[in-house]
């Protein structure tokens, strides 16, 4: 059996059961909403992983690029949303995927993205609810669904994403992120149903809104990809605590500077990526905080620079505690910002369980557009 | 024949052309200097850009990862330089390779790492030349060289490079870059050679450096990779202009907003990177500038920000053109930051002549470490 002290650093270790507890946590919560999960799979890109979250059974899914469409088409799931804007040069692809028998809807907001739709594409209209994206405003949604069904295409229903509510700050304002994407969504089906359109897709979604929200009446479903592995930006906002993060970026030491009190590692930004999400937050984790092998973290360390092939780790501006004694050839596990962008860096996921090293699946991550 | 408008978007698209002219540019100047360049190929990460420097004939070349250096031997490459400290679990990756016939030189900066190496592996001492990264003050070097000794293994030479220069502000400061990277160097030399090693390398080297030095005496080669693409951080340090850069990211308009000055695009920070590094310099570009798909800039437009899947193009703080009208599906070019980081993103090129849109090679890159 191999262990994390096998493959060559850096590579990507992930907690099985922290994944599965983390699927279960917003599973009971949608129940007690009365909304489904359509999970998003563009934080973790693998077949593996969204396995955990319907005992393997296929579920209906969000897509942020075509190539995870295709993958997960072929690993038998075949409600599929692809949640960018629909550009046309892509539609000779969606066609492919829907000739396949996969139910594959795009997402679009203006005229023009819905008049170069072929008959019998199902579409959901975007509709902005905060500023940070696009979409149209709900009262103009009907004008997209009228173009729609000029062309014999679906108009489906509508979606929102409450982008801001990733630099909301306290449960009030995630609150209040939430209630406000779920009224705006609503707001539009409305305004469809109004205009002589049926509507039966109502989806909002953002990890925090998700788990923020205390009512989504109106709503159908819910999308949120990045719970599964959750990331320190999560947990500064308050949705997730550290002990909630399932992936973590394994490093090895590669020297000392102790007259600047720093550790290296060959763990650098092409390991974790450029992500530094948490700048903007109360506490600012640089690259990301700094644990041993076995996952118990160290006081007051963080990886506080990188080059492309060069980590730093330090302690953090303001910390108390000693640097700890980590000689080369040491490994250590780095808990990052921004679990998408991370993973992002990486073509496969070494799964472990929770306090073990044994490394006892190799997943493979889905790659490019 | 393929064009830019064929391939899915986002994607890369290489002037080969450019690249030809930025290698002849610094070739010419390191001839000049009486010394040798060693590519680094950590940032084009790809056999058939790099066999664009010697017209396609095998050269000293220096990897950030043994994946690079195994691609590159399986090419043909027999003199590599692993310019990341070595971490001793990666030793039977580096015997594998030398017991091929390839002679892989690694780097170090301790005792620790000194003792662990096989007998007969070649190894750089690191120096430490402007308190950027690892590395040994020059007086230190020779008590690696004897723990070095003391196993057998070859202590060859010495290594710094000037992590600073990317920082340094106007010509003067990047001559004075250059003239501190090898004073360091030649200083680690003659003290080695003062404790009886030969040390025949002296290698310094980053792109501003390489561009920027005037006298090279006591140095055996340069050390650059950037110069090949090129990009933004490169041109606001006035190393080459924005018309040097080889590389961009080609994306599709999949949307406006126009209440606040967008144009949306396919093209988010999974195309480009999460690298905003112009923004210490006096041009913050954000995510990059943005030309169409011919290579002409468009005034004023940058990519402003960015989500996972998604560009946001708006005419930047200050700017007074006005917002160019792209409709949805229209393919633009951004120009990025960081070469090495928004390559990274891709897994291949699509290369193309200056001024037109003909894809004549699509080439691979090397992925992992």
């Known amino acids: 059996m191999s262990t994390l002290d096998d493959p060559g650093t850096p590579f990507l270790a992930v907690d099985a059961a922290v994944v599965r507890a983390n699927a279960d946590r917003l599973g009971k919560h949608l129940d007690g909403l009365g909304v489904t999960l359509r999970a998003h799979v563009k934080t973790t890109k693998s077949v593996d992983v969204a396995a955990l979250l319907h005992d393997g059974r296929p579920a209906p899914i969000t897509v942020s690029t075509l190539a995870e469409a295709e993958a997960f088409a072929a690993a038998g799931y075949h409600d599929i949303l692809y ?5 046309p040069d892509k539609l000779p692809r969606v066609l492919a995927l829907r000739d396949r028998g996969v139910d594959l809807t795009v997402l679009l907001d203006s005229v023009a993205q819905a008049v170069a739709l072929p008959a019998g594409v199902p579409a959901l209209i975007e509709v902005d609810c905060d500023g940070h994206r696009g979409g149209v405003q709900p009262s103009d949604a009907p004008t997209v669904a009228e173009a729609l069904a000029s062309v014999g295409a679906v108009p489906r229903g509508v979606l929102t994403h409450a982008g801001e509510s990733y630099f909301a700050d306290g449960d009030d304002a995630l609150r209040a992120a939430a209630a406000h994407e779920r009224d705006r969504a609503v707001q539009a089906a409305l305004a469809l149903r109004a205009a002589g359109f049926e509507a039966p897709v109502v989806s909002v979604g953002s990890t925090p809104t998700a788990h923020f929200a205390t009512d989504l009446t109106g709503v159908t ?45 060959d763990g650098g930004w092409m390991a974790t990526s450029r992500d530094l999400g948490t700048a903007r937050q109360r506490v600012d984790q640089r690259y990301g905080l700094v644990a041993d092998l076995d996952g118990t973290l160290f006081d007051d360390l963080v990886m506080a620079d990188a080059s492309q092939e060069h980590g730093i780790l330090a302690i953090r501006a303001g910390g108390t505690a000693a640097l700890p004694d980590l000689p080369v050839g040491t490994r250590v596990r780095i808990l990052p ?14 799964v472990v369980a929770p306090g073990s090293r044994a490394v006892h699946a190799v997943w493979p991550r889905i790659r490019g557009w």
């Open 83 to 87: 949640a960018v804007g629909i550009a």
């Open 221 to 265: 479903e819910v999308r949120a990809g990045n719970f599964l592995f959750f990331d320190l930006v999560m947990a500064g906002i308050g949705v997730c605590t550290v002990a909630d993060l399932a992936m973590t970026v394994v490093a090895t030491v590669i020297g000392h500077r102790p007259d600047k009190g720093w550790i290296l590692t």
């Open 337 to 350: 910002n921004h679990a998408c962008a991370t993973a992002a860096q990486h073509d496969r996921y070494h």
